[in-house]
């Protein structure tokens, strides 16, 4: 389906609408359902490894939560150093598929560095860094692509189809980490490999069907550092950046709250990779209505609808480990509500984000514009895991909760102040 809708986009980067008037795809440009297709096969691989990584670190390897805070920020901090390199190269050289395949391809040789490095804590830094590496010089360049291929009134429903199909991935890879541990006996070194053979087909997706956008050359010297950092000039463009930047300090990591809920509730590690189910579960059935929500009600109203989502993911999943949740049917009403909030909290902010802040950039710098929100997000989030781990160690998980959950609601209070609230920002073009 993806293939043949692909070959019917034009040159210019995809703009042919495919499905029908009533479908799943209705207004979704057939380069925006190639990349979905290309993250959905990623994200298998890419979860497969996620999935694993937490237990392993934490509960084989010993690492305490602050450490393991300070390695998940280090992968946040990576991801924020190259997306600024990965959208200039892409805003310069207008290859945006190229730089994007780079991204891909290396994330899908870091599996294969996963086994080599054994139980080495060092050498599985490195091979994690790398992997972010390719993650950073990735997405910019992708949702550019989404932004410059979708007319901007359908912003919004477009990247829920495209999160939604990466989504798909998030809900396999778990699926398929558990089943390689199930049947290998918890051979963690198979997962890696199997997740390097689904990374690779996901690059060769991307070789053979995403088309590029190759609008007309921009004034030369354009595509700077300096005018990237210059786009903060534009009012709007600047408070969303300090608004998604505020918000990111106070969001904790995922795999973070999966292990409040494995202590909280006692869940065997070998279940623990299917934690992330209810998750994706939850964004994959939310991501296109809240889309198209997102496109009618305005993105920026979402987008802070969607924290708050994640401030009562924090309060509901702080209480098993007080000991306020007793029995079985009470626990697993938690354990459902926690993963279903944070479902709902991604499929209203990751996309809406990009959707809202695309057309607040020109097109020859829209790649290094969302380069700089994410880049600013990818900081934020360094610093909340560091904090988080922190607090988690010297606290304990519950009142570490709490205390991100009174941060985040003082910040979404600035946040609504400063966020545009116009529900449709008009496209700048120059």
Known sequence: MYIAATRRADQAGGRTAVGTSRGFTRNVPANVLALGAVSLVTDISAEMVTAVLPTYLVLTLGLSPLQYGLLDGGWFGVTAMVRLLGGQIADRTRRRKLVAGTGYGLSAVCKLGLPLVGSSVAGLGLVLAADRTGKGL???????LITLSTPTPHLGRAFGVHRAMDTVGAFLGPLAAFAVLWTTHDAYDAVFVVSFCVATFGVLLLMLYVRDHREPAPPRRA???????????????RRTCVAAAL????????????????????IPLRYFPLLPLGTAGAFLLLAVPIGRLADRVGRFRVFLGGHLALLAAYLVAAAPTGGHASGTASRWAVLLVVLGLQGLFYAATDGVLMAAAGPLLPMHLRTSGLALLQTGQAGARLLSSVVFGAAWTLWGAGPALYAMGAGLAGCLLLARRLLPSAPLDPEVTG
Not at 247 to 266: A, E, I
């Open 247 to 266: 918000l990111g300090l106070l969001t904790v990591g995922d795999t973070f709250v999966y292990l409040v809920l494995q202590r909280g509730f006692d």
């Open 223 to 237: 595509a700077s550092l300096r005018a990237a950092f210059g786009l903060l000039r534009l009012a709007p463009f």
């Open 138 to 144: 990735r997405t910019a360049p992708r949702d550019a």
